[in-house]
């Protein structure tokens, strides 16, 4: 067992022995070191102003990626590289190609946000030199800009990988040596302590279990971008917290005599789950791609999103219509459930004090027709007024099973059973949906809250029956909001 964290920062290493369970790493940096081009715009991951790379070893070697610094937890960059704008540099020392470009297209007004975009423009062009104006979108989907407007953004993006020169930058020049000493970090538990606040690093699953048996209820963090707010926002006591976020990676694809599975440790993030959600669930892709911006999509896991038993979270609907299971882990024993039964009431779940969710199994149904829908204020990086899962199979015409569940209706995720029965049984039309539509009404009990008004969710989950039989029957159709979604 150890007792200090140890990180690289831009070029130097950082061994620290008192840190706090909440001590995040944008104060570390702007407090502590005095970096202050990472800025404070919202504490709540949402504006982007915080964004740094964080470089972390996977089974595919050292990658880099733009992270929230502000919800953020120091003691979760353990064994990590991390990189901000004051750590970045041409290779003749000057000003990097994404910042010479945005300074040449006028992509910064009052400069606030501008070291943040910058950032995940410099994630982006490690990742994917050959990334047009859509995947730049995308990337900047968790920055917020109001002064600068986008468009000489994209430009000074567009220009920068044009510019080339990713082999010649000091990160991919660097890479081995950075992963041989990230790698000398790892191998024991890490425990850490400041002013009577416990944070533990268990060294891999096996030590996450025996923590949790000295620990019982010890607050679990893996991407802490929903316990990040609780820390800035609600100050709360998160102590003693374990820190997981680099245990429980394991992707794999299995066929099955049920068919083809897929299995995904809990500590998988939702950019790493992506190029398999568009691979094996391709209706899905697009709604994955509006869980949070890419700064979240980095650190926020599936585990966590489902162990957090949040009724607004955005993976459980979309995974209870695919029938997926869990498997919950302690000690060395281990039980499988539905996911669906996981959830019991609000804030209330099927697992044990010293108990973690460690696997989601995914079965992939090819038959049947899939779609999900998220509604919510804004279209990215926003939480979800009503979210909802269908997967439909038909055969010969007539629905021959559904399973349908929304997010936000209730104080769980649950399914629309009485829905579902109504589209059993019945020819694939549009009588059927608009029967389910009305059937809806009578499966959940919305609530109203500051996202939405219970009479707005109620009409959206009847008109999202309609959005999926319009979609279908008339395939490229565009479907007005007032039309599906019950504007």
């Given at each position: 067992m150890e007792h200090q964290?140890?990180?690289?920062?831009?070029?130097?290493?950082?061994?620290?022995?008192?840190?706090?369970?909440?001590?995040?790493?944008?104060?570390?940096?702007?407090?502590?070191?005095?970096?202050?081009?990472?800025?404070?715009?919202?504490?709540?991951?949402?504006?982007?102003?915080?964004?740094?790379?964080?470089?972390?070893?996977?089974?595919?070697?050292?990658?880099?990626?733009?992270?929230?610094?502000?919800?953020?937890?120091?003691?979760?960059?353990?064994?990590?590289?991390?990189?901000?704008?004051?750590?970045?540099?041409?290779?003749?020392?000057?000003?990097?190609a994404i910042q010479q470009a945005m300074i040449d297209h006028h992509g910064s007004q009052c400069g606030f946000c501008t070291p943040g975009i910058v950032m995940s423009l410099y994630g982006l062009w490690m990742a994917d030199?050959?990334?047009?104006?859509?995947?730049?979108?995308?990337?900047?989907?968790?920055?917020?800009?109001?002064?600068?407007?986008?468009?000489?953004?994209?430009?000074?993006?567009?220009?920068?990988?044009?510019?080339?020169?990713?082999?010649?930058?000091?990160?991919?020049?660097?890479?081995?040596?950075?992963?041989?000493?990230?790698?000398?970090?790892?191998?024991?538990?890490?425990?850490?302590?400041?002013?009577?606040?416990?944070?533990?690093?268990?060294?891999?699953?096996?030590?996450?279990?025996?923590?949790?048996?000295?620990?019982?209820?010890?607050?679990?963090?893996?991407?802490?971008?929903?316990?990040?707010?609780?820390?800035?926002?609600?100050?709360?006591?998160?102590?003693?917290?374990?820190?997981?976020?680099?245990?429980?990676?394991?992707?794999?694809?299995?066929?099955?005599?049920?068919?083809?599975?897929?299995?995904?440790?809990?500590?998988?993030?939702?950019?790493?789950?992506?190029?398999?959600?568009?691979?094996?669930?391709?209706?899905?892709?697009?709604?994955?791609?509006?869980?949070?911006?890419?700064?979240?999509?980095?650190?926020?896991?599936?585990?966590?999103?489902?162990?957090?038993?949040?009724?607004?979270?955005?993976?459980?609907?979309?995974?209870?219509?695919?029938?997926?299971?869990i498997v919950l882990r302690r000690g060395d024993s281990r039980r499988e459930i539905a996911i669906e039964d996981f959830f019991i009431d609000y804030g209330k779940q099927d697992r044990a004090a010293d108990e973690f969710v460690e696997t989601i199994v995914i079965p992939v149904d090819e038959n049947a027709q899939l779609a999900a829908y998220k509604i919510s204020k804004r279209r990215d990086s926003d939480i979800s007024s009503v979210a909802a899962g269908f997967a439909i199979t038909v055969d010969g015409g007539m629905i021959t099973d559904a399973r349908i569940a929304f997010g936000g209706m209730a104080g769980v995720p649950k399914r629309a059973t009485g829905a579902e029965a109504a589209l059993r049984g019945q020819p694939f039309a549009e009588a059927a949906f608009d029967a389910a539509a009305r059937a809806v009404a009578d499966d959940f009990t919305p609530l109203s809250d500051m996202r939405a008004s219970a009479e707005y969710r109620a009409t959206v989950a009847a008109n999202l029956f309609r959005r999926f039989w319009l979609e279908r029957s008339e395939p490229g159709l565009p479907v007005r909001l007032d039309q599906a979604v019950g504007a």
């Open positions: 964290m140890r990180f690289l920062l831009n070029g130097s290493e950082v061994a620290l022995t008192e840190v706090g369970p909440a001590d995040t790493l944008l104060d570390y940096l702007r407090l502590t070191r005095r970096l202050t081009g990472t800025k404070e715009g919202c504490a709540e991951g949402d504006c982007g102003a915080c964004t740094v790379l964080v470089g972390r070893l996977t089974t595919d070697g050292l990658i880099y990626e733009p992270v929230n610094a502000c919800i953020r937890f120091l003691a979760s960059v353990h064994g990590c590289h991390v990189v901000t704008i004051e750590g970045m540099q041409s290779p003749g020392g000057g000003l990097h030199p050959d990334a047009g104006p859509a995947q730049i979108e995308t990337a900047l989907q968790g920055n917020l800009c109001r002064c600068t407007g986008y468009e000489p953004i994209i430009k000074a993006a567009v220009a920068a990988m044009d510019a080339g020169g990713q082999t010649a930058d000091r990160l991919a020049v660097e890479r081995d040596q950075v992963a041989q000493q990230l790698r000398a970090m790892w191998g024991q538990r890490v425990t850490l302590e400041k002013q009577g606040q416990q944070g533990i690093i268990p060294a891999d699953s096996a030590d996450l279990a025996k923590v949790l048996a000295e620990y019982p209820g010890a607050r679990m963090i893996a991407g802490a971008t929903d316990v990040g707010l609780w820390v800035t926002k609600f100050l709360r006591d998160i102590s003693p917290a374990v820190f997981i976020g680099h245990l429980m990676k394991e992707i794999e694809v299995t066929d099955t005599e049920s068919g083809r599975e897929i299995r995904l440790g809990a500590g998988v993030t939702y950019s790493e789950a992506l190029p398999l959600i568009a691979r094996h669930l391709p209706a899905a892709r697009e709604y994955w791609l509006r869980i949070g911006g890419w700064q979240v999509r980095n650190m926020g896991t599936i585990g966590g999103n489902i162990a957090n038993g949040s009724p607004i979270g955005d993976t459980p609907p979309l995974l209870i219509a695919l029938g997926a299971r």
